[in-house]
């Protein structure tokens, strides 16, 4: 077993880790990375990086990477199960935002961080098949150990002066933390998604919601790469119903399932603008996942160790928000470490800074977020709208919702225009 010491160790080389290596070579910290898996690999389908999080990321220098592998979302859309339209609004540049909203592959993403890192701290700073085991955070120095999750071999012993967990909503240190607090928290809702070369369809860079609280489809473009090369979008597609019970065992997450598990309900969704079966028959492996969180903790530093991303505030994928609130958390914390006197001041200040407005975000998507205008469109008007939405829905409400959503998520337009 290997011995380390590194001033920051980072348990997680996922999106929230990555980005935090990122920073520390940015603002002059010490870091390694420590990822438990043993080879990495472009896993996933699309994500949204909000203004606020791709503001960020333009501030390490990889705007014009995401711009070539993604697509900047032009238009945020809801509609109703009829296909009918409830609320459209603009969003990135074109909504006015000094940065662009970008639709990405998750794998892409990951990569285009992987590698950036590699090359800005060096591979000996990327430590794969390492597995946070234990730790040891209340002295002048926080101990860990590392094991190889394969062979359960201890692989590494690490000194540091802080230990950041960003090991996702099944966070070990967050376990070791928090002992009693079992499986995340199930929302009686399973997505399925997939991802398929199809027809630009609506503005041709619009990311639509279509349904309510019990089925929804979400659907939207993700590489730019696809489209100059095909005239198609490589589409990302996610097809949500209820699906009452206990939180699944944690090795049913992300499993491959036949589309017939969920393609049943969605049969009727043909629209002159967008044919949801067809696209769900193309769409090639179907990945299923429960919608899951937990909820919101009282503290997350113990001593010298602190958790980050999902590891502090996993929240249902409403909003576009889980990857874009993990980017926020590494600036945070960076500039925390960097102008603050020691550690335990910083963590304070990191604390105080993102802990409560995590919490807020994470209840606002358990009540639906902005995605509640399908909800209110479905509970007032059943059976479709005769002219238009605002039979049921004032145009003042549907602004307040979408209002209120980005300026508790810190991504309304004077928040983000206003840092630089």
């Not at 010491?5 to 010490?30: F, N, P």
């Not at 705007?63 to 032009?74: H, I, Q």
């Not at 800005?120 to 946070?132: K, N, P, Q, S, V």
């Amino acid at each position: 077993m290997i011995n380390l010491k590194t001033r920051l160790a980072i348990a997680g080389g996922g999106i929230g880790g990555l980005v935090l290596a990122l920073q520390c070579h940015k603002h002059g910290i010490d870091c390694t990375v420590f990822e438990a898996v043993e080879k990495l690999e472009p896993l996933g389908v699309g994500i949204n990086l909000l203004p606020h999080s791709v503001r960020i990321l333009a501030g390490l220098g990889l705007l014009e990477d995401l711009k070539s592998l993604g697509v900047e979302t032009a238009e945020l859309a809801y509609f109703n199960k009829h296909g009918q339209a409830i609320w459209r609004e603009p969003r990135g540049i074109a909504a006015g935002y000094d940065y662009p909203q970008i639709s990405i592959h998750r794998g892409e993403l990951h990569f285009l961080l992987l590698r950036h890192a590699v090359e800005r701290l060096g591979a000996e700073r990327i430590r794969t098949g390492h597995a946070i085991k234990r730790f040891d955070a209340g002295g002048d120095r926080a101990h860990a150990v590392f094991e190889n999750r394969r062979t359960g071999a201890e692989v590494a012993e690490v000194d540091a002066d802080l230990i950041v967990a960003a090991d996702g909503i099944h966070s070990t240190v967050r376990a070791l933390l928090y002992p009693g607090e079992g499986p995340p928290r199930y929302s009686g809702r399973v997505l399925w998604r997939g991802a398929c070369v199809w027809p630009p369809f609506l503005t041709g860079r619009s990311m639509m919601q279509a349904g309510h609280a019990n089925q929804k489809a979400v659907i939207y473009p993700i590489s730019r790469k696809v489209f100059e090369e095909t005239g198609n979008n490589l589409t990302n597609w996610i097809m949500e119903l209820a699906v009452p019970g206990d939180t699944p065992p944690r090795q049913d997450w992300s499993k491959v399932v036949d589309k017939s598990v969920f393609a049943g309900p969605f049969a009727g969704w043909k629209w002159d603008w967008l044919d949801v079966p067809a696209l769900i028959e193309a769409g090639g492996t179907a990945y299923e996942y429960p919608m899951c969180d937990r909820d919101p903790l009282p503290r997350w530093s113990f001593g010298r160790v602190t958790l980050l991303g999902d590891a502090a505030h996993p929240m249902y994928p409403i909003g576009s928000n889980g990857a874009s609130q993990a980017i926020l958390d590494t600036e945070s914390l960076a500039a925390a470490l960097t102008g603050e006197r020691d550690v335990p001041a910083a963590l304070a200040r990191y604390e105080a800074e993102r802990r409560e407005a995590t919490a807020k975000i994470v209840l606002a998507n358990r009540g639906n977020g902005p995605d509640q205008v399908m909800q209110l469109a479905e509970e007032r008007a059943p059976d479709g709208f005769r002219t238009d939405v605002y039979e049921a829905i004032s145009r003042a409400e549907l602004e307040e919702i979408s209002a209120r959503y980005k300026q508790t998520a810190g991504f309304a337009k004077a928040q983000v225009n206003a840092r630089q």
